[in-house]
């Protein structure tokens, strides 16, 4: 079956230093892939999104390339900032279908 | 747009008593979904509607847990009686079917349970 699978947590870098969250997928067919991000408290959000190979999804200096070659949508930013410590989801889904796949969510957490 | 409203946000409740939790989902969305949150399950989807018809509640845990969508702006999700492993955040979700946002989904705030 189709599922998403993710690093396992938790992350912790410091300020400015580079990220890489990786994600590879198992699925039929041409998925789109997402990243949503949880901050504390809150509810998932979207981050980013790709909808075909070698699509790039960016969003706030975090940026994924869907590469169907590796079935990876690695989640990289240059910089990161202590206001990006939260959950990251990678996640896939069908034009067709109406369900999200999520994996298992990548905690990070950025030192000052 | 105010999003997805849940309520309440917080709930502590005792062993056995019902819990009936609230979702108004984005207007015009057609599909709603209800998740639940642990640490050690990650995130489960439990039941999801299109139109305010069920369309799989595969997830869900067992005959306790039940879930309503009376109309296209309410949905309940009751625990009937709870018990101290229901104790989770739970998130609604909604998500348009206009073939442009690829199934995204909007999240609310969600429910923090503890059963005592």
């Known amino acids: 079956g189709n599922s998403v699978t993710q690093m396992e947590g938790p992350v912790t870098l410091s300020e400015e230093a580079f990220l890489t969250i990786n994600c590879t997928y198992t699925?039929?067919?041409?998925?789109?892939l997402f990243w949503y991000v949880q901050y504390p408290g809150e509810g998932l959000q979207l981050l980013l999104k790709a909808t075909k190979a070698d699509d790039k999804g960016s969003n706030k200096g975090f940026e994924a390339t869907y590469r169907k070659e590796t079935t990876s949508f690695h989640l990289e930013k240059g910089s990161v900032q202590v206001s990006d410590s939260a959950v990251y989801f990678c996640?896939?889904?069908?034009?067709?279908?109406?369900?999200?796949?999520f994996g298992s969510g990548t905690r990070l957490s950025i030192r000052p | 747009d105010a999003g997805v409203i849940q309520s309440p946000r917080h709930e502590v409740t005792e062993m056995g008593q019902e819990v009936t939790l609230r979702c108004k989902p984005i207007s015009g969305h057609d599909y709603l979904f209800w998740y639940r949150q642990t640490m050690m399950r990650g995130l489960e989807l439990l039941i999801y509607f299109n139109n305010n018809v069920p369309i799989d509640d595969s997830g869900m845990p067992e005959d306790r847990f039940s879930a309503k969508m009376p109309n296209a702006s309410f949905s309940t999700l009751k625990i009937q009686p709870s018990e101290p492993r229901d104790s989770a955040v739970y998130f609604c979700?909604?998500?348009?079917?206009?073939?442009?946002?690829?199934?995204?989904?909007?999240f609310g705030p969600g429910t923090r349970l503890t059963v005592l």
């Open positions: 979700a909604s998500s348009p079917a206009d073939g442009k946002s690829y199934n995204e989904q909007f």
């Open positions: 996640a896939l889904t069908y034009s067709s279908a109406s369900k999200i796949i």
């Open positions: 699925a039929t067919g041409y998925p789109s």
